[in-house]
Structures are given as structure tokens and as C-alpha cells.
């Protein structure tokens, strides 16, 4: 709908809205926008991307990255973007969530990726991780993309987070590894920084483990740790890591709903 407006202004407006109560309620990190390009119409997530436009998606890209980041991290009114879903997620073969693209290199790199790298340009803090497979190769386990690509060509210097449980993945589903704890090791390897595992410690264990065992390099983990502590210190969690208990006031505020009526006037399409 935001895209369909054509009013880069109005998504940095609204996302400075997102922004200004997220971090009133007491969060520092969105995960968002997603920058995938919607050229599969039988994907069930079509609906959270900017559209089939590779230009028009980049434009948005820059515009939610600046309202969501604002001038300053440490602002009471700003917080952490995450550009999502690295990479070609938005592509499956099937239609269905979650599993693979399949698709030319030209071809990922002329239409998924425009939107990353306008994002990465604008800054963006964090970048997740697209949840499946990419031409045969788990992107969770994939160096070639998650530090070749990202992290060289692109030059990003942010935090890159995995999908929800999905470091299992190249076990239980992808079947690349043999075991979790093999799994954590190519995922790390490939340029994991940030698990997003939501009820055991498994990656966390298994990385000091495969630290200790010399199978991972401590450096690798120690340069994981510095950018998630140099997003932490931008955010000023350590001079204030508690929310304001009197920003309740910034959310639902009058000027959000004027912004939420304008917003769907501008994105009525037949």
C-alpha cells in the first residue's frame, strides 16, 4: 500500500512514526523493512513487500531506512532498521514460504538486490537473513552471499541476524549438515552474527564449543561481538538500556492517526 502511494516523503513520515512508538515501547531494533522485490504473485508474503518494481522498492527502501534510523540512533524517537529478507527470498519456485529460489545470477543481482544496497547505503544496521535455499545453497550457510557479496562488494558493517531458528536449518531441513552443532559452524562461517533462537541456547553453546575445539576461530567470534556491541553503544543502551516509563504518550498520538488516514488516501489503487 505505502508503495502504491509513489510518496517516498510520506513512508519516511510513516516510518518515523513506527520508529518514534516502537522505541517508546521500550524496543531499540525493528525487524524491518523487508526489501524483498514481489515478483512471485503465488508467494503468501507478497503482501509485506513494496511491489513487483525493482525502483520503486529501492526508493522505499531508502525512504523507511531514513524514517525508521532518523538522524541519530541514541534518539528517543529512532531505532535500529533491518533490511530483510538477504537474499532472493521473495523468489520461491514453489509459491511457497520458504523454500527455494532458483534463478540466473544476473538476474538476482539486477532485481533483489537494488533494494539492499540502497538500504546499506542509508546506513541500515542489521540485515536478515533470507530463511532458505538460493540455487541449491542454504543463504544461512552461504559465504559466497553472506560475506563475499555483503560484506565485501557491498561493504556493509552492521550486524547480520538469522530468521527465526533458522541456523537449525541447514540440519533439519536443508540437510547440509550433519548435526546442529556442524550447522552453527557453517553458519558462523558463512557470516552469521546474531541467532535469533527463541527458546534454548543451542547456538550460543555450540559456538563455544566449537571455539574452544579450534573448529571456529576466536576472531570470527570476537568480530560478531563488535558489531553487536558498536549497534548497542549507537543505540545508548548502555547510558540508558530501560525504557522511558513517560513515553506512553508517544504512541497513538493524533498526528500518527492524520499520518495513517493520509496514507490510505494515497494508496487507494483500482
Not at 528517543?76 to 520461491?92: E, M, R
Request: glycine share 6%; proline share 6%.
Amino acid at each position: 500500500g505505502l508503495a502504491a502511494t509513489r510518496n517516498t516523503q510520506l513512508v519516511e513520515r510513516c516510518h518515523a512514526v513506527t520508529a518514534r512508538e516502537t522505541r517508546a515501547a521500550g524496543i531499540p531494533w525493528n525487524f524491518g523493512p523487508s526489501l524483498d522485490v514481489g515478483r512471485q504473485p503465488l508467494w503468501s508474503r507478497y503482501v509485506e513487500t513494496f511491489g513487483e518494481d525493482v525502483h520503486i522498492a529501492s526508493m522505499m527502501a531508502t525512504a523507511a531506512v531514513r524514517g525508521l534510523q532518523g538522524n541519530s540512533l541514541s534518539s528517543p524517537h529512532s531505532v535500529a532498521a533491518t533490511a530483510k529478507h538477504f537474499l532472493a527470498y521473495s523468489f520461491p519456485a514453489s509459491g511457497q514460504d520458504r523454500t527455494q529460489s532458483l534463478l540466473p545470477e544476473h538476474y538476482l543481482r539486477e532485481h533483489f538486490l537494488p533494494p539492499f544496497l540502497h538500504a546499506v547505503e542509508q546506513n541500515v544496521q542489521a540485515i536478515m537473513v533470507n530463511s532458505s535455499e538460493v540455487n541449491g545453497l542454504p543463504v544461512h550457510a552461504n559465504h559466497n552471499v553472506l560475506t563475499k557479496l555483503l560484506r565485501g562488494q557491498m561493504k556493509f558493517k552492521g550486524v547480520v541476524v538469522t530468521d527465526w531458528e533458522d541456523v537449525k536449518n541447514p540440519h533439519n531441513l536443508h540437510r547440509v549438515a550433519p548435526n546442529i552443532k556442524e550447522a552453527v559452524r557453517l553458519s558462523v562461517q558463512a557470516g552469521i552474527d546474531m541467532c535469533m533462537a527463541p527458546n534454548d541456547f543451542h547456538f550460543t553453546n555450540n559456538l563455544i564449543a566449537l571455539v574452544r575445539e579450534g573448529l571456529v576461530p576466536e576472531e570470527l567470534l570476537n568480530a560478531s561481538v563488535r558489531r553487536i556491541l558498536r549497534l548497542k553503544f549507537a543505540l545508548g543502551l548502555f547510558d540508558n538500556p530501560y525504557p522511558d516509563p513517560d513515553a506512553a504518550g508517544e504512541i497513538g498520538k493524533e498526528d500518527a492517526h492524520a499520518l495513517s488516514r493520509q496514507a490510505a488516501r494515497e494508496s487507494l489503487v483500482l
